[in-house]
């Protein structure tokens, strides 16, 4: 495997996950650093340049949470949370302190690897300066999974917002329902994919106005048109 060009830092206390991880990662073209508690981390992050991170909540010394605050007062960088704490409250005190995913344990590492490059990506090709993601009559500010419309907030469901962010991050691109519930809903998904086309006509309600940019593809899936 070609090196990515991208370096990640996955702190995680058990050893045994952190090595699987890691080496998942180095075999699909990453450079990883690893560390064992949250002081570790820090002393990380202050050192290097990441293109993302990955932090377990649960650390010695310092946990995922202050790690995240801490980059967050330093760093614009993706941080991805991946813990056994998985309730909504956790889920929603994580992006509280700045995390852009939440992955609950025990979890599929390509499906890791799918928000680890979708992020990256975002954050390279899409994150403008004040932490807001536009494009073109469309802003997000993933802090607060808020989506606005020509500058009004609009109501939206996590799936929907997940969607959209997917479609964004992959705009131009044919996007098959399979590709699509592999990414959003995960390869564990044991429905049908036409659960997608259900969430499609949803997101489009949403976004009203700005519904026009996804096009069915007859036969294929969906493309965002930008």
């Known amino acids: 495997m070609a090196d990515s060009g991208y370096k990640i830092l996955i702190a995680e206390d058990d050893v045994s996950l952190r090595h699987i991880a890691s080496a998942f990662f180095a075999k699909n073209g990453f450079n990883v650093d690893q560390a064992g508690d949250g002081l ?8 290097n340049h990441y293109d993302a991170i990955i932090l377990d909540i649960m650390m010695p010394f310092k946990d995922g949470r202050e790690v995240c605050k801490f980059i967050r007062t330093r760093y614009d960088v993706p941080v991805i949370f991946l813990t056994a704490l998985g309730s909504e409250k956790d889920i929603i005190e994580g992006y509280g302190v700045g995390a ?25 090709g899409l994150l403008v ?29 996590p799936k929907e917002y ?22 959003v809903w995960g390869e564990d998904f044991e429905g049908y ?9 949803k997101l489009r309600a949403s976004l009203g106005s700005a519904s026009h940019h996804i096009e069915t593809i007859i036969k294929s899936g969906y493309i965002w048109k930008s």
């Open 40 to 47: 570790e981390a820090s002393s990380l992050v202050s050192e």
């Open 100 to 124: 852009d995913e939440h992955i609950t344990k025990p979890f599929s590492t390509k499906l890791l690897l799918v928000k680890v490059n979708a992020l990256i990506n975002r954050y390279r």
């Open 129 to 157: 300066k004040d932490g807001r993601i536009c494009v073109d009559e469309i802003a997000i500010e993933p802090s607060k999974r808020q989506v606005s419309v020509d500058g009004t907030v609009i109501e939206i469901s």
């Open 162 to 183: 997940d969607l959209l962010l997917y479609f964004i991050e992959n705009k131009n691109q044919i996007l098959t329902r399979s590709r699509i519930l592999d990414a």
């Open 193 to 201: 994919d036409r659960a997608v086309d259900t969430y499609v006509k």
